[in-house]
């Protein structure tokens, strides 16, 4: 059966329903802060990635996402560096193996533009964080269809008219549940994004 997370202790599903409950408020109802009056207004985009897992198994990916960029002070109480912003992000993808599998996730991220938006043509950036995922599949002791999927990557944001913008990056994706379970065979994945916010 395909829904291994009930396998887990109850204090674990109840942890686990808690984490995207929250991250489900923030997603669609960032909190109100002192510090909101000075921050950017919300910026939503779309975005596609592709790209293959390396270890344990080599098989292709393919993740459509949408994603809301809010300033970090919009959300949480205390000031944070101007840069810092908070990437909220849903994925839908398939692998391209040829067995195709489907897999789901959301994440939140924290990303830290490395220069002036305003005044630039492109805008490095860096960003990194963590989530939850559901896969179709599982490799050889990987345990468990539901994961933690922590990510890292670098990219580039090119601005357009009316604060529109592309971006490009480069993203590691690792997934495995934490130990919360006895087999705990991670899965390693190099992805490439581009992306369009509006």
Request: net charge positive; aromatic share 12%.
């Amino acid at each position: 059966m395909g829904w291994s997370v009930f396998r887990l202790k109850g204090s674990v599903r109840v942890g686990l329903l808690c984490i995207v409950l929250l991250g489900l408020q923030l997603f669609f109802v960032p909190v109100g802060t002192a510090a909101e009056e000075h921050a950017r207004p919300n910026r939503y985009g779309v975005g596609l990635l592709v790209g293959r897992a390396y270890d344990p198994d080599s098989f292709g990916l393919v993740l459509v996402k949408g994603l809301v960029l809010v300033d970090y002070d919009r959300v949480f109480w205390h000031r944070a560096p101007d840069a810092l912003d908070l990437k909220f992000e849903a994925n839908l993808g398939l692998t391209t193996d040829g067995r195709t599998r489907s897999l789901a996730s959301f994440n939140v991220l924290a990303l830290y533009s490395l220069g002036n938006r305003l005044n630039r043509r492109w805008t490095p950036y860096a960003e990194a964080g963590i989530g939850l995922i559901y896969t179709g599949f599982r490799v050889e002791g990987q345990g468990l269809h539901v994961n933690f999927n922590a990510q890292a990557g670098a990219g580039d944001e090119f601005p357009l008219a009316n604060d529109q913008a592309v971006t490009i990056a480069l993203r590691l994706h690792h997934l495995s549940n934490g130990g919360l379970y006895k087999e705990n065979r991670g899965v390693n994945s190099a992805l490439m994004m581009i992306g369009y916010l509006f």
